[in-house]
Nanobody, 114 residues
Framework: QVQLVESGGGLVQPGGSLRLSCAAS????????MGWFRRAPGKQRELVAVIRRDGGTSYLDTVRGRFTIARDNANPTVYLLMNSLKPEDTAVYYCYLLHGIVSWGPGMQVSVSS
């Protein structure tokens, strides 16, 4: 069984930064990708960023240039560095691990407000 543990969420002022972390443990054999989704109140879930097995990355248009996704293959852990945060980034952020099936983190709140 695979478990994902998230950390780093919280409240930050507009223009501030946060770093989200997601550490995976358990029976993980082949990692095809890791990434982050988010869901804001009253909105559909969005794929924020993904990092693939070959190291390639993709970003949601509205976060490209402000967010950076990275990974540590040894643990494995995926990070999301979020800079220049805006109120519209407020959402519950979920990490995921694609390893033949998809495993999900429990989600954590990120709030951007003055």
């Amino acid at each position: 069984q695979v478990q994902l543990v998230e950390s780093g969420g919280g409240l930050v002022q507009p223009g501030g930064s946060l770093r989200l972390s997601c550490a995976a443990s358990g029976s993980i054999f082949n990692i095809f990708g890791m990434g982050w989704f988010r869901r804001a109140p009253g909105k559909q879930r969005e794929l924020v960023a993904v990092i693939r097995r070959d190291g390639g990355t993709s970003y949601l248009d509205t976060v490209r240039g402000r967010f950076t996704i990275a990974r540590d293959n040894a643990n494995p852990t995926v990070y999301l560095l979020m800079n220049s945060l805006k109120p519209e980034d407020t959402a519950v952020y979920y990490c995921y691990l694609l390893h033949g099936i998809v495993s999900w983190g429990p989600g954590m709140q990120v709030s951007v407000s003055s």
